[in-house]
């Protein structure tokens, strides 16, 4: 059986976040279960880019300041870091409003820059990683995910938020290697199977719905979930936001790897009620991805029935985020000979759906729109109520 404790947060006010943070992790036992006096423990928030908290990409910097106070009552050593995909840790810490607060608790910012291979002959879908040294060298991590939408995986939750974990650009390298959501799903499986940490605390005060994990809109969602059970938390995530769990890879695969357990009967719910957090309302799409191989079928297929990363050009600043972030070669979302004063534009048939560009967009100008013949075909699967499931 697996706990997953919910906490009730109105806001952001450190008031109101500090017991709250307490009552979750007290009703998993204290925060002497996950950390002793000696050791170095890391905090792994979600910083997918420098990003304000406003914005909500990031974990709220609150989350992690209250985390840090009861923490240190443990005696460990803390740390915190992160990798986010173009931009350098130390300019994310500040972005995100963690660096203030870690400075006044004198919690040092791990390395997250450089890295070293690792082997992980129990991995499913990759054996081999380079992670990062900060992520290396502790005894333990707590991981800190924030809820949002996310437009490969469905949710980004517990088990993904270990991908920062991969330095910088080395991440884009996987999307190449696993164009399939199913494979990378399968490889961020692999990944948290190899690092586990010990705690999972989601921030869901302000959820983000819609075009996430960037370009989406706030959410208040007013809860905090606590687990030691990555897959079992992402579960009752999706039973709040009411998507299948079943349409969010890295939680079926994460099941079958046993990481942990999505069946609703192997979860003991504990804290505010479930009920009371329920929002059917929230902008997900509730719909399984869609697998494909690679080669001529694969691409052709891929065009037929996965959603197409499409700019809308009146939201467009041309910045250029979404061509650095492509990560084929040559890129299949450029400057249209070269010309920077007009969006960039797609050329679908390199295109691997890996929706890096949309996922990087500062602006949400990157929309993922159904291809017509899936639409014609009425390929989308209707989904069981997530109560039943
Ligand atoms: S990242 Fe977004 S805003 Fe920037 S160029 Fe691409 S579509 Fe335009
Ligand atoms: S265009 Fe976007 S979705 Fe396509 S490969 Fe490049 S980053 Fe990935």
């Known amino acids: 059986m697996s706990t997953v404790a919910l906490a009730r947060c109105e806001n952001y006010e450190y008031e109101n976040v500090r017991p709250a943070v307490q009552k979750g992790i007290d009703l998993l036992g204290g925060p002497g279960m996950f950390a002793r006096s000696g ?66 608790e004198g919690v040092s910012l791990a390395d997250f820059k450089l890295g070293k291979e690792i082997v992980f002959a129990e991995g499913l879908q990759n054996k081999k990683f380079v992670i990062a040294n ?57 990944l948290n199977a190899f690092l586990k940490p010990r705690l999972y605390v989601m921030d869901g005060i302000i959820a983000m719905e819609g075009n996430g994990p960037r370009g989406g809109k706030a959410r208040p969602m007013k809860v905090l979930l606590f687990s030691a059970d990555p897959v079992a938390l992402d579960a009752t995530v999706c039973r709040m936001i009411d998507i299948n769990p079943e349409f969010v890879p890295t939680i079926t695969l ?16 504990v804290g505010d009620p479930f009920e009371s957090f329920v929002d059917k309302e929230f902008d997900v799409k509730r719909e399984p991805v869609q697998p494909y191989s690679r080669g001529k079928g694969g691409t052709l297929l891929r065009n037929a029935i996965v959603p197409k990363p499409y700019i809308l050009a009146g939201k467009c600043t041309k910045c250029g985020t979404c061509v650095k972030a492509c990560p084929v070669n040559p890129k299949a ?57």
């Open 39 to 104: 050791e170095k423990i890391l905090f792994k928030p979600n910083w997918l880019v420098a990003d304000p908290p406003e914005k909500l990409t990031v974990t709220h910097p609150m989350v992690f300041k209250a985390m840090v106070e009861i923490f240190k009552t443990t005696g460990a050593t803390l740390f915190y870091g992160d990798s986010p995909s173009i931009q350098s840790p130390e300019h994310a810490a500040r972005m995100a409003g963690f660096l203030p607060i870690a400075n006044a």
């Open 134 to 190: 900060g992520a290396l060298d502790c005894d333990g991590i707590i991981s800190l995910p924030k809820l949002k939408t996310h437009g490969l995986e469905r949710v980004t939750g517990c088990v993904k938020n270990q991908f920062g974990c991969v330095p910088g650009a080395l991440k884009g390298e996987f999307h190449v290697k696993l164009a399939s959501a199913i494979d990378f799903a399968r490889m961020l499986v692999d």
């Open 254 to 269: 994460g099941m079958q790897a046993k990481t942990g357990t999505w069946k609703k009967d192997e979860i003991e719910l």
């Open 333 to 389: 979302v450029d400057w249209h000979d070269g010309d920077k004063k007009v969006p960039p534009s797609y050329r679908y048939e390199r295109c691997i759906r890996c929706y890096c560009c949309q996922e990087l967009c500062p602006e949400g100008a990157v929309e993922l729109r159904v291809p017509f013949i899936r639409k014609l075909l009425g390929k989308k699967r209707k989904q069981k109520a997530s109560s039943t499931v």
